[in-house]
């Protein structure tokens, strides 16, 4: 009797498509829906961050399968929501909100979003209101460390 030991290999690969879209985050995802007949939805906790003391949320949807061929696509802006200090003697010294804006990817900024996935995927570009352009797959050993360990965390964590 021959016994053989077979190992899973925990770390499945990735692959991430960057995406530059002017259409807001839901739309996309429509058309995404559409387009590749999935059915992402909108995760309501997000993915959160901590930097600099401040608590980040990005917001993503999931595709989740009974076959693990998870996806993920996560906006590469969060947005914080901070009060402007009223300035002495002037006219309008209403308490104000200032948005500032942070990027999951700093690095990756002219990019909106990431498609994550176990599986090489290709999309087109298509015209809605503007264009939306889809950079190819890429593995995501083709990323430099950091961006690496958080698009695995992202991946991994959300799994989960």
Do not use: C
Not at 70 to 92: M, Q, R, V
């Amino acid at each position: 009797m021959n016994l053989t030991l077979e190992i899973e290999d925990l770390e499945q690969d990735i692959f991430i498509i960057d995406i530059n879209s002017p259409l807001s985050f839901s739309e996309l995802v429509y058309f995404i829906n559409n387009i590749k007949h999935s059915s992402f939805v909108l995760d309501k906790k997000g993915y959160r961050v901590k930097r600099n003391q401040i608590s980040l949320v990005f917001p993503y949807y999931a595709d989740v399968k009974e076959d693990d061929s998870h996806s993920y696509i996560i906006s590469n802006l969060a947005y914080t929501e901070g009060i402007k200090n009223p300035s002495d003697g002037s006219l309008f010294d209403d308490i104000s909100l200032i948005e500032k804006k942070y990027f999951l990817q700093p690095r990756i900024k002219k990019h909106n979003y990431f498609f994550l996935s176990a599986e090489k995927v290709q999309f087109n570009t298509f015209d809605s209101k503007n264009f939306t352009f889809f950079n190819d797959s890429k593995h995501i050993s083709e990323y430099n460390k950091r961006e690496q360990d958080l698009f695995q965390q992202i991946y991994y964590e959300k799994q989960s």
